[in-house]
């Protein structure tokens, strides 16, 4: 997907539209800066289903998406990392722009 400086703007009220709906946390005023773990509360498999979801209705190439690198794995997993990398809804929106989400959008 192209995305032109002109489209951002609806772009970025869609996003927040679609992270309102995967969440379910209609309650949160999602900023750039919102956490999708920490402020959303996705995490593991629910995790997994947004970026998926994500991928599919903005075509983003996720091939290269960490997932046990953004989200903690669900509870009764044995081993839980003491914390995750921060993914926020601008990083989202970066993939957008770029046509995928790797490790080279997220930390660009």
């Known amino acids: 997907m192209v995305v032109e400086n002109r489209d951002l703007s609806g772009l970025w009220t869609?996003?927040?539209v679609f992270l309102h709906e995967q969440s379910h946390a209609y309650e949160v005023n999602?900023?750039?800066d919102t956490?999708?773990?920490d402020d959303l509360g996705?995490?593991?498999e629910d995790g997994e289903e947004l970026i998926v979801a994500y991928s599919k209705r903005y075509q983003v190439d996720i091939t290269g998406f960490l997932?046990?690198?953004?989200?903690?794995?669900e509870p009764f997993v044995n081993t839980m990392p003491d914390h995750?990398?921060?993914?926020?809804?601008?990083?989202?929106l970066k993939g957008i722009t770029a046509g995928?989400?790797?490790?080279?959008v997220i930390n660009s």
């Open 14 to 16: 869609d996003l927040v």
């Open 30 to 32: 999602i900023t750039p």
């Open 35 to 37: 956490a999708i773990e």
């Open 42 to 44: 996705v995490t593991g």
């Open 67 to 73: 997932f046990n690198k953004y989200f903690f794995p």
């Open 84 to 92: 995750v990398a921060l993914l926020t809804a601008a990083h989202l």
């Open 100 to 104: 995928r989400l790797d490790e080279a």
